[in-house]
């Protein structure tokens, strides 16, 4: 079966700069996984993943989605197949939680229908999903973060992508938020076979919930593979540059034995 994403040779460097965001990446992701990409600020972690939906074109190599170069797709027939979840957005008008999951079927309805039963069908199931029934009538600016965030993924889930790509889903939540934000993502993937693509910095949550890890330094590959083989004491202390030590995470559950990275503190000189 084609991989979800394939990335060959992969590189980009933005205007007036000197250094690639992206240099020569190559990786698969396949179908129903859930694939983290992490490493430091400025490895070039949101570059990648705009690289290989199309929204930028590599300087060199390929992105492919689904067997074909990501640059061709129609947006319109590629937002069908993949849900984005950004890493900020300002919603500047009064919307209620109902209407800005219902965008998420725009892709379906094109410009002139209005919806209808399976559109309202996609929406409710998807504010069920994400624990938003019930709030149907709130306004967005009056939910808290981690509701917000529920509600921006369910207007992806509302488009039934076979694919789900967010950009740091989980940035300035809480512990709780944060947590039942992967616990959605890890349930996506294992019930529905969505396969689920995001940029964190939690490593230890991503070691405990992804089946692939893609770990960046400097625009370039410092790892792929499985949290166990990649979440690494020597790998990790040199990637981002700081003493760290890794242990196994003790459970209870399915994640028992994940490595789960401490910083430590530098001593005083």
């Known amino acids: 079966m084609t991989a979800a994403f394939e990335a060959h040779r992969l590189l980009f460097a933005y205007e007036h700069t000197h250094v690639n965001a992206v240099n020569d990446i190559s ?128 207007r992806a889930l509302a488009q039934k992508p076979r694919v789900l790509v967010l950009d740091e889903p989980t940035a300035a939540l809480d512990v709780a938020h944060e947590m039942s934000t992967f616990e959605l993502l890890d349930r996506l993937t294992r019930e529905d076979d969505v396969t689920v693509v995001l940029v964190t910095h939690n490593i230890n949550l991503a070691s405990r919930y992804a089946s692939q890890i893609v770990l960046l330094e400097r625009g370039s590959i410092a790892g792929i593979g499985a949290p166990a083989t990649v979440v690494t004491q020597p790998r990790i202390q040199t990637t981002y540059q700081w003493p760290v030590t890794v242990h196994s995470y003790e459970g209870p559950g399915p994640d028992t034995g994940a490595p789960q990275v401490a910083p430590l503190r530098k001593e005083e000189p």
């Open 27 to 154: 990786l698969a992701i396949e179908h129903g996984t859930l694939c983290a990409v992490i490493g430091p600020n400025g490895s070039g972690k949101s570059t990648l993943l705009r690289l290989l939906l199309g929204s930028l074109a590599p300087l060199g190599g390929s992105a492919r989605f689904e067997g074909r170069d990501a640059c061709t797709w129609n947006r319109a027939e590629l937002a069908r197949r993949i849900g984005v979840v950004t890493q900020a957005e300002d919603i500047v008008f009064p919307l209620t939680v109902r209407e800005l999951v219902g965008m998420g079927r725009y892709p379906h309805m094109g410009p002139y229908r209005g919806e209808n039963a399976d559109d309202r069908a996609a929406i409710a199931a998807a504010l069920e999903y994400c624990a938003l029934t019930g709030f149907e009538q709130r306004t967005m600016s009056t939910l808290s973060g981690g509701e917000r965030q529920r509600a921006r993924i369910a």
